[in-house]
């Protein structure tokens, strides 16, 4: 891929950017492609509240597959991931599964990597937050981090992790925290940071302190009448 194709695909994705909510996405993302490196992923911190609240859709569901296309008339490379759907926590969806796209991946040896976006891989388990079923976004999970969840088997209740593998072990409502003491808001990295409200422990040794899933999904729906 030449250098022109390559400025014309950061040109393509920039423009991307301008669709995101500003509450969400701050600054551009970090592409690695056949060794070419551009800037780097920031976003701003949600908190819970905002996360479950804002999602159009959440559910509970395991990655059935995954498959990296490029774009014939962009030439972008996009990963598409297919959930078997095992339970809706907010929102309508008709159908067991559902297919999200997450923007990178290698295609025909090229390689396209966004820093701080944290694909799921085949056979994981979690609860998703999508931000829209329409919009097109470069991850369609709120808040990148914030709104990606795993669900750890364990006998004999499966157990909530963050992505970077900290169970959870409480999730606290904010949005009644005066704004004179509120933390303000922070720019976070995509793939490391959980939104205000969520609890957690420092390793995944302590896993068996964590909700379980559906400890988890009763917190989430309290918020969502709030």
Not at 90 to 96: A, I, P, Q, R, V
Not at 141 to 155: E, K, N, P, T, V
């Amino acid at each position: 891929m030449s250098i022109v194709d390559i400025k014309r695909m950061f040109l393509l994705i920039s423009l991307r950017l301008r669709r995101f909510k500003p509450v969400s996405f701050v600054a551009a993302i970090s592409m690695s492609l056949s060794g070419f490196n551009l800037s780097a992923t920031t976003i701003l911190g949600m908190d819970i509240d905002e996360i479950a609240n804002q999602a159009e859709l959440i559910f509970e569901g395991e990655v059935l597959v995954r498959e990296t296309r490029q774009d014939n008339n962009t030439g972008i490379i996009n990963t598409y991931v297919t959930f078997q759907i095992s339970d809706i926590v907010k929102g309508e969806f008709n159908g067991d599964s559902i297919e999200l796209k997450f923007m990178g991946g290698t295609f025909q040896e090229q390689t396209v990597q966004v820093s701080g976006l944290t694909i799921p891989s085949e056979g994981e388990h979690g609860i998703y937050f999508v931000e829209s079923l329409n919009l097109d976004f470069i991850n369609p999970l709120l808040g990148w981090s914030q709104g990606h969840f795993i669900i750890i088997d364990r006998d004999p209740e499966a157990r909530i992790s963050t992505v970077d593998h900290k169970p959870v072990i409480q999730v606290e409502s904010v949005v009644e925290i005066p704004i004179s003491i509120k933390k303000p808001r922070a720019i976070i990295e995509g793939n490391n940071q959980v939104a205000a409200g969520i609890i957690t422990e420092a390793g995944p040794s302590e896993i068996d302190r964590a909700l379980t899933s559906d400890e988890f999904k009763i917190r989430i729906k309290q918020l969502l009448k709030n």
